[in-house]
């Protein structure tokens, strides 16, 4: 990861809540599926001008093959044509696209995919969008203490080496959409001090002022790492 990237901010969003908006609309999931990719598109144009060097987006668990069938391959498909049809956007905007999660489940050729997709945009230094697909928090965490087995004792430093497989920022922010209010197996380890941000709105209407509300909320916390409140120059400590 580019060290000016990793100087900012990072942000995880669980982009949630596609089904509902589209069904309430009378449309089909997949739909809304749809219009999701374009939220992904707003948001990652608006998150470098909010400070934000890494946005990972969880756009399917590996829980999710529990769905039917048919929406888990229309989503593979709707992968698929992101992945092609995105790369002259992503490379235009400075993005590096990476996918997390495994990748050997996934439909035939679609790996291969990823992979044209990743190299393609490599040289993006405004923004590393990571996308997660079939992706579990919890599986990257046991994959890593399997890798760990070997050694006599491991720091936090390197078991997230081990976990995120580079040098990652940990996640400064935790955005879900769509009223709900859980981590569903997202970036367990390396959200351990984020700031959760949770929303009612639903993703396919997540828009760049949504995104500043978030960060505005952000912005307005204090994060003290176990520390204690930062002192104003004029409070002393006294017995
Ligand atoms: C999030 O939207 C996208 C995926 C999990 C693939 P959902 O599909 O979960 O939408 P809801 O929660 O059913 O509304
Ligand atoms: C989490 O959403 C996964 C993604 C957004 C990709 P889900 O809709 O699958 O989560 P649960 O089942 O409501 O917890
Ligand atoms: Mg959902």
């Not at 439909?107 to 990743?118: F, K, N, S, V, Y």
């Not at 087995?149 to 959409?177: A, M, N, P, W």
Request: proline share 3%.
């Amino acid at each position: 990861m580019q060290s000016n990237l990793h100087s900012k901010l990072h942000v995880g969003i669980i982009m949630d809540g596609n089904g509902r908006w589209a069904t309430r609309r009378g449309l089909s999931r997949l739909r809304g599926h749809q219009a999701g990719v374009e939220a992904i598109r707003r948001v990652m144009e608006a998150a470098p001008e909010q400070g934000i060097g890494t946005l990972t987006l969880f756009a399917f668990s590996s829980d999710n093959w529990r769905r039917p069938r048919s929406e888990v391959s229309a989503l593979m498909g709707l992968f698929r044509s992101y992945l092609v049809n995105e790369v002259k956007g992503l490379v235009d905007n400075g993005i590096r696209l990476t996918l997390i999660g495994r990748r050997d489940r996934l439909p035939d050729g679609l790996a291969e995919t990823i992979e044209r997709a990743e190299a393609a945009t490599a040289a993006g230094d405004a923004l590393a969008l990571r996308i997660a697909v079939d992706y579990s928090a919890r599986d990257t965490i046991v994959n890593a203490a399997v890798r760990a087995g070997g050694l006599q004792s491991c720091s936090r430093e390197t078991f997230s080496d081990l976990i995120t497989g580079s040098k990652l920022r940990d996640v400064d922010l935790i955005i879900r959409t769509s009223g709900e209010r859980r981590l569903s197996d997202f970036l367990l380890w390396e959200s351990a001090y984020a700031e959760l941000y949770f929303t009612d709105r639903m993703w396919p209407d997540f828009d760049a002022n949504d995104l500043a509300d978030a960060m505005a909320s952000f912005h307005g916390r204090e994060r003290r790492f176990g520390g204690l409140p930062s002192m104003k120059p004029d409070v002393s400590i006294s017995a």
